[in-house]
């Protein structure tokens, strides 16, 4: 099927141009004159593989274009159109700023034939690559839902970010379809169900398969008991019911389901902290006749605290300090806790942060009922989230206490930090608790070092100066940099190295043997290292070196001397392609 590329551009004669070239190449042309009736066009027509956007344009210039395309993409629940700015303007603070935004390249204007069919080539290519990669790393298979892994990423925006239920879904007695009637038939009802499921959540919802017959589910807005229970009993009618027409009238296992929920942001804002406290309301109605659902509730924390004393802020320090539980977010459960701990200390022992320890307690007043008390426990942790910033940190460490990580404050400004969000929930909630606190403050030297984890480029350059300048650059933007000052060198070096990197960044004319002959040598070695992302470097403004350089695959071509803000933009933009890559392909070897 022919590419659809839509060129936008006040001026006729460089959509003559654009036009002439791509027709005359097997792609289908849309030429538009402006920002405005592009966006008027992709409402009424849809959006194409790629868009050529020219910058500067009366009334609405690229930029501004680009912001309306992704609101408009957004509204119309559109995946993301690539965009390539055309432009005549050299300045380099224009093409990092496109960057930034989301722009997939840069043409200059006038452009080459070949320079302009080859870019839009490649980015095409690297836009369903990712899509393709995204998608099988994604999706499961059998009811298309969101695995595991992309669930844990999407509700972790969710939860962060939107008010409802979280709900935790599991199949009882699902395990006597497969015994009885066999895999196959389990596999219908598991389709079945996830059919069942996305018909009678509320609309808006978010679902994904986390485990066999485990589901989870985001119903934005969802706030009531009520609402849940409803939900719970059209999920267990639907199902018998569809259960009995591939199975047969006479089916009598006892299928049905039950749900654990919990609200949010009342009792946090983490996924995974969240998701396990669903899971102990769903162990709950699985204890008690199976077939319906629970919420979750401060009880359950009192029931798990119940004969512990209370803990010293020095206390819980050393449980969170020992415990290697994997997870991280802004509100927390304790165990979850215990990671983001270790991996915040490290993150600001590395930027030279000092931090401030906070454990606030809640006693009752006298005159307050128990369950005023225990819904003002509740959301008192929710006021305290929202009270600080979204670099600080907070748990629950029992019903009625909450401790605290404030990141780069000074010392002096603690009591009036501290003091602050008790006035403020005092003004709004006063006459059920009585809050004290403990504080305590780290300074860096106190902190246990980071470890490094960055992704991995190579460059290739027998010109000392820009190797240093790159190095200093990339490393900068936490990227680790293998320099080179000869092909010779890196060629034995990739030959002999078990572990290759991400991209290469390979200089043009070099005295030992230029990068052509170099990346020829790559692309002969065949297996992963022939696939590896190379970015030209030169200091040759003829474009025939960079329709050659493209033409050997090269994912694009930097002119010399770069700018470290060019240089980074234009690497990071390969690397997330390049990472996602590497990602995918150390999943299907495990």
Same mark, same amino acid.
């Given at each position: 099927?022919?590419?659809?590329?839509?060129?936008?551009?006040?001026?006729?004669?460089?959509?003559?141009?654009?036009?002439?070239?791509?027709?005359?190449?097997?792609?289908?042309?849309?030429?538009?004159?402006?920002?405005?009736?592009?966006?008027?066009?992709?409402?009424?027509?849809?959006?194409?593989?790629?868009?050529?956007?020219?910058?500067?344009?009366?009334?609405?210039?690229?930029?501004?274009?680009?912001?309306?395309?992704?609101?408009? $993409?957004?509204? &119309?629940?559109?995946?993301?159109?690539?965009?390539? =700015?055309?432009?005549?303007?050299? #300045? +380099?603070? /224009? %093409?990092?700023?496109?960057?930034?935004?989301?722009?997939?390249?840069?043409?200059?204007?006038?452009?080459?034939?070949?320079?302009?069919?080859?870019?839009?080539?490649?980015?095409?290519?690297?836009?369903?690559?990712?899509?393709?990669?995204?998608?099988?790393?994604?999706?499961?298979?059998?009811?298309?839902?969101?695995?595991?892994?992309?669930?844990?990423?999407?509700?972790?925006?969710?939860?962060?970010?939107?008010?409802?239920?979280?709900?935790?879904?599991?199949?009882?007695?699902?395990?006597?379809?497969?015994?009885?009637?066999?895999?196959?038939?389990?596999?219908?009802?598991?389709?079945?169900?996830?059919?069942?499921?996305?018909?009678?959540?509320? $609309?808006?919802? &978010?679902?994904?398969?986390?485990?066999?017959?485990? =589901?989870?589910?985001?119903?934005? #807005? +969802?706030? /009531? %008991?009520?609402?849940?229970?409803?939900?719970?009993?059209?999920?267990?009618?639907?199902?018998?019911?569809?259960?009995?027409?591939?199975?047969?009238?006479?089916?009598?296992?006892?299928?049905?389901?039950?749900?654990?929920?919990?609200?949010?942001?009342?009792?946090?804002?983490?996924?995974?902290?969240?998701?396990?406290?669903?899971?102990?309301?769903?162990?709950?109605?699985?204890?008690?006749?199976?077939?319906?659902?629970?919420?979750?509730?401060?009880?359950?924390?009192?029931?798990?605290?119940?004969?512990?004393?209370?803990?010293?802020?020095?206390?819980?320090?050393?449980?969170?300090?020992?415990?290697?539980?994997?997870?991280?977010?802004?509100?927390?459960?304790?165990?979850?806790?215990?990671?983001?701990?270790?991996?915040?200390?490290?993150?600001?022992?590395? #930027?030279?942060?000092?931090?401030?320890?906070?454990?606030?307690?809640?006693?009752?007043?006298?005159?307050?009922?128990?369950?005023?008390?225990?819904?003002?426990?509740?959301?008192?942790?929710?006021?305290?989230?929202?009270?600080?910033?979204?670099?600080?940190?907070?748990?629950?460490?029992?019903?009625?206490?909450?401790?605290?990580?404030?990141?780069?404050?000074?010392?002096?400004?603690?009591?009036?930090?501290?003091?602050?969000?008790?006035?403020?929930?005092?003004?709004?909630?006063?006459?059920?608790?009585?809050?004290?606190?403990?504080?305590?403050?780290?300074?860096?030297?106190?902190?246990?070092?980071?470890?490094?984890?960055?992704?991995?480029?190579?460059?290739?350059?027998?010109?000392?100066?820009?190797?240093?300048?790159?190095?200093?650059?990339?490393?900068?933007?936490?990227?680790?940099?293998?320099?080179?000052?000869?092909?010779?060198?890196?060629?034995?070096?990739?030959?002999?190295?078990?572990?290759?990197?991400?991209?290469?960044?390979?200089?043009?004319?070099?005295?030992?043997?230029?990068?052509?002959?170099?990346?020829?040598?790559?692309?002969?070695?065949?297996?992963?290292?022939?696939?590896?992302?190379?970015?030209?470097?030169?200091?040759?403004?003829?474009?025939?070196?960079?329709?050659?350089?493209?033409?050997?695959?090269?994912?694009?071509?930097?002119?010399?001397?770069?700018?470290?803000?060019?240089?980074?933009?234009?690497?990071?933009?390969?690397?997330?392609?390049?990472?996602?890559?590497?990602?995918?392909?150390?999943?299907?070897?495990?």
């Amino acid at each position: 099927m022919a590419k659809w590329i839509m060129v936008v551009d006040d001026d006729v004669a460089n959509l003559k141009m654009a036009g002439a070239i791509l027709s005359k190449n097997n792609m289908r042309v849309t030429a538009l004159k402006s920002g405005k009736a592009l966006l008027d066009y992709i409402c009424e027509h849809g959006t194409p593989d790629l868009i050529l956007l020219d910058i500067m344009m009366p009334e609405m210039d690229g930029f501004e274009t680009l912001k309306n395309l992704r609101e408009l $993409e957004k509204k &119309k629940s559109l995946s993301e159109t690539p965009v390539i =700015f055309l432009t005549a303007d050299a #300045n +380099t603070g /224009t %093409e990092s700023k496109g960057f930034e935004v989301g722009v997939s390249d840069y043409i200059r204007k006038p452009f080459n034939p070949e320079v302009l069919l080859r870019r839009i080539d490649n980015v095409i290519s690297m836009q369903s690559e990712m899509e393709n990669l995204k998608n099988e790393a994604s999706v499961d298979k059998l009811t298309g839902f969101m695995n595991k892994a992309a669930t844990t990423t999407e509700f972790s925006k969710l939860c962060a970010q939107e008010s409802g239920c979280l709900m935790m879904i599991d199949l009882d007695s699902f395990k006597l379809v497969n015994d009885l009637y066999g895999h196959e038939m389990g596999d219908k009802v598991l389709i079945s169900f996830a059919n069942i499921i996305r018909e009678t959540l509320p $609309e808006g919802s &978010k679902y994904g398969r986390i485990g066999g017959d485990e =589901f989870t589910a985001f119903c934005v #807005n +969802t706030d /009531t %008991e009520e609402a849940v229970v409803e939900i719970t009993k059209a999920l267990n009618e639907k199902l018998v019911k569809k259960a009995k027409e591939l199975m047969g009238p006479d089916m009598n296992i006892p299928l049905g389901t039950s749900v654990g929920g919990i609200m949010v942001p009342i009792h946090g804002n983490d996924y995974g902290s969240l998701l396990k406290l669903a899971d102990k309301s769903l162990y709950k109605v699985k204890k008690n006749g199976k077939h319906g659902c629970a919420l979750y509730s401060s009880d359950f924390m009192e029931d798990d605290n119940e004969g512990n004393g209370l803990m010293d802020i020095r206390g819980i320090s050393e449980i969170l300090g020992e415990r290697n539980i994997h997870d991280d977010a802004l509100f927390l459960d304790m165990d979850a806790f215990a990671h983001v701990y270790r991996y915040s200390t490290r993150y600001f022992m590395r #930027n030279g942060v000092n931090v401030l320890k906070v454990l606030f307690t809640l006693e009752r007043l006298e005159g307050a009922s128990d369950s005023d008390y225990k819904n003002k426990c509740d959301e008192f942790g929710n006021h305290v989230r929202k009270s600080l910033r979204k670099s600080d940190m907070l748990t629950r460490s029992r019903y009625n206490q909450y401790f605290v990580l404030i990141p780069d404050i000074r010392e002096e400004h603690t009591e009036m930090v501290v003091n602050s969000v008790i006035k403020k929930w005092n003004d709004n909630h006063g006459g059920i608790l009585d809050i004290s606190y403990e504080t305590e403050f780290v300074r860096r030297d106190e902190i246990e070092p980071y470890s490094d984890g960055r992704a991995s480029v190579v460059i290739v350059d027998d010109d000392i100066i820009n190797i240093n300048s790159a190095v200093k650059a990339l490393s900068e933007h936490d990227v680790n940099v293998t320099p080179f000052l000869s092909g010779a060198e890196f060629l034995e070096y990739i030959s002999m190295s078990e572990k290759l990197p991400l991209l290469i960044l390979l200089d043009i004319k070099m005295k030992d043997m230029d990068g052509f002959a170099i990346m020829d040598k790559l692309k002969a070695m065949g297996g992963d290292i022939s696939r590896v992302p190379v970015i030209f470097l030169t200091a040759d403004d003829s474009e025939g070196n960079e329709v050659v350089g493209l033409s050997k695959g090269a994912v694009d071509y930097i002119k010399k001397p770069f700018t470290p803000e060019i240089l980074n933009v234009r690497v990071n933009h390969i690397l997330e392609l390049a990472v996602l890559r590497k990602r995918y392909s150390d999943r299907r070897k495990v």
